[in-house]
């Protein structure tokens, strides 16, 4: 067998068992990334299941907990809202009216969350969001 | 002001325009009128980008809220450094910054190096083009100089989360890194199409793409600073998108770096070199679509604008350009020597690149999870970090390896025996330092390893500065330390980044196995003994200020015999934006951080905290700076690179000599 392809088998070899590490990576952390309406059409065969939910916070529904170890909220899609409970600590910028993303498990029509994650640490202004002056800037 | 900001720019999309086309267009016998006419064009090219940057400068330093820009990201409340930190937070006015050091970058190519005009004109125009295209995107997407619609009387302010040093200097170090790599990609794409392929490519890329590489590990380090220290969820790296897009041309960079050292020294991994000269470009415009196309989830917020694919379709085309032209150049870059020892210094370097590489690929994957799965699957799915960290140990720990025993290695040979002897040594050091650590009470397998191999890592550096200290000496060369660390200084330059490199890999180990946290609800006097330390809580303190409300928990921390250390985790609202932040507080020792985060106060002096254990993490930190200090070190020329600046290498060997540790030391 040449050098070449002696290096060239090793590499493959190689790949293939990084390929499969990382296969068996996503296998343990994949997670359905659902708007709100594609989160209220499939609550009854995602049920139990991990799921991302991302949708904006609907002005007058946020709760949170003295402590900020819980809070409660609609989440709204573009025709439909879904109800989030969290359990865990709330992040410092969740206001209503805003973008987030939140971790859970769906259950009864409701989410129940374990991670709450907004979007205004860093931001590059949309041109089509024009009128809407944005406070934050980018991470670069 | 605002009206003179649009005509330079506009001025700059005209002169930038000409001054590529005359650049690119031009021959070598061109008249002596056009070659003035091309450099005083791409002169005032860069004095318009000059000019427009200071105007938006001026506007954030004063607070002239005409400019639409200025009023989004300033307010009058701001402290002057972050107004002026403004200029790169935005999208248009980070664009301008990275044209205008791009355009510098082009000028410094251009005047660097005359004895290789040819190429060197050529690349400077390459850059000016990708400056021009930044321009082109501000005139017709993002403009700086926009009016406001009607001018307000105050600013919507910065947010508070950016507030803060890492800010001042990540972005322009990250966008700084970004335009010096447009500089190796310029020269490999014009020394491609010159079909002069050889070493003075790589004695002409070698310094932009130390710089760029070590710029850009300062501003992944920056990066992580500031998320540890500012968002308080404890961690410093989240693999989210961002990140993830400033990580992939790191990666590809340093494989780079890597077929550069190859190339010069056993005239290997050519193709490899130039592909990932382009690569590493495509990959910063790669990033910039990450943070603007508004296609994925992020911790950084995104919004949908068509400037993200702009860049995508650039990324495209400079990749595409990459591959037409090393297949058409292919007979021309066939490297002249093989690859037939496995322990030899260039294979073990092509098993790094090849893993390197692997790991951009992964990674990019993981980042690019989304869209995929929503194009090919018809369902939008993310992975995990788990996704990442499965891969990360094999490939880290092979890749530590790799820089542990890279001292003892020759090029184009096995090692010698004086060198097997020595490396044998050294892996009982690092096993013997591993089985003490075990004694002590360390279990963890993966930790273990890493202690091993950080350990021979230090060890064949030391072991191969005596053992060429102890030759010279014997031959009566009158050699002394200082002497062959002045002589080698490249290569111990080197093998110090690959300290850092084994305090860095440490650190995360250290930080990833080790962490603990917990949560607490205390009352005023309370004290709890958690991860070996007795913590008191005496009060919470709240202070008025002119912008803001602090409230402070006071926190007595006790750790065996040492000195009582007070801790006052904060929240902070600013009446500004009337938006919260956690102010963490972090005792940090070589042994760990212990970090505390104030999340409410309950009433009746109560409060929730959450205290977190990160044992090693300062030693990311100081590796990192080790890194940093080793890449600029390499950047700097050597006295016989200083002489040789001027001309053309010649001579191969001449390359070889310098080293210090050759393949002519090799046959010897």
Known sequence: ?140 | MRILGECCLLVCLVTLGYSVFLTLAADSHRPSWRARLELWSTLLGFGGLSAVLAILAWALAVGDFSFRYVSSYTSQQLEWQYRLAALWVGQAGSLLLWAWLMSACALAVRFFNAAESSLQRTASGLVMFSVWFLVAVMVFAADPMQASLSTPQEGAGLSPLLQHPSMLIHPPVVFMAYALWAVPYALAIATLVDGRIDANWVRMARPWALAAWTLLGVGLLLGAQWAYQELGWGGYWGWDPVENGSLLPWLTGTALIHCLLAWRHSDTLKKTALALAIVTFALCNFATFLTRSGIFSSVHAFSESPIGWMFLAVMGCQVAAAVVLIVRRRTVILARSAFQHVLARETVILMSVFLLCLLAVIVMTGTLCVPLSTMFLGRTIQVGPEFYNSVLPPIGLSLLAAMAAVPLLRWGASPAAAHRRLLAICLLTGGACSLIAFALGMRNRIALVIVSVAIVTVATMIAEFVQNLRRRQRNSQGATAVGILRQGRRKYVAYVVHVGFAMVAIGITGSSLGTQRQEFTLSEGDAITWAGRQVRYDCLVQTELPKMLVAEAVLKVNRGDAPQVELRPARHLHLLQNEWTSEVAIHSTWRGDFYTILHAGLGDGRIVVTLVDNPLVNWIWIGGVVVTIGGFGAVLPTSRGRAAGSKPVANREVELDAAGDGRRSAAA
């Open chain 1, 1 to 140: 067998m040449s050098p070449g392809l002696k290096f060239l088998a090793g590499g493959a070899f190689v790949a293939l068992a990084i390929g499969y590490l990382a296969l068996r990576g996503a296998a343990e952390s994949w997670q359905y990334y659902l708007s709100v309406d594609e989160a209220r059409a499939e609550a009854a065969s995602l049920e139990g299941r991990r799921v991302r939910v991302s949708g904006r916070v609907v002005r007058g529904s946020l709760e949170i907990g003295t402590d900020r170890r819980q809070a409660a909220f609609d989440l709204s899609g573009d025709v439909d809202t879904l109800h989030v409970t969290c359990h865990c600590i709330v992040p410092d910028n969740l206001r209503e009216d805003i973008e987030v993303v939140v971790e859970g498990s769906l259950a009864e029509g409701a989410l129940s969350g374990n991670k709450v994650i907004t979007r205004c640490a860093s931001k590059y202004e949309a041109e089509a969001a024009a009128g809407r002056e944005l406070a934050a800037g980018s991470a670069g």
